[in-house]
């Protein structure tokens, strides 16, 4: 049996006000492959100011975006390896 291993690493900025949060999540895989997912989270003005509830928050976002993108990937490649009998219009 084949073990593979794929990486993601995620990135993590704040603004200087803490007001905006940006995640990007980025997978390698064995083969080389790299996918990438962005996302953000805003916090209210009313709230105070806890840098990791942004960073939990957009690092979620990106993970599940980047989840997403990977099943649809998987979908399409068993959809084109099916045949035309099994295309989706």
Do not use: C, Q
């Amino acid at each position: 049996m084949e073990s593979k291993r794929w990486n993601v690493e995620i990135f993590v900025d704040e603004d200087d006000s803490d007001d905006l949060t940006t995640a990007t999540a980025v997978l390698y895989t064995n083969a080389g492959r790299r996918h990438e997912s962005v996302a953000h989270a805003r916090r209210n003005p009313v709230d105070r100011p806890v840098p990791d509830i942004g960073d939990e928050l957009a690092a979620g976002r990106a993970l599940s975006d980047l989840a997403a993108k990977l099943l649809g990937d998987g979908a399409d490649d068993v959809a084109r390896l099916a045949g035309p009998a099994y295309e989706t219009h």
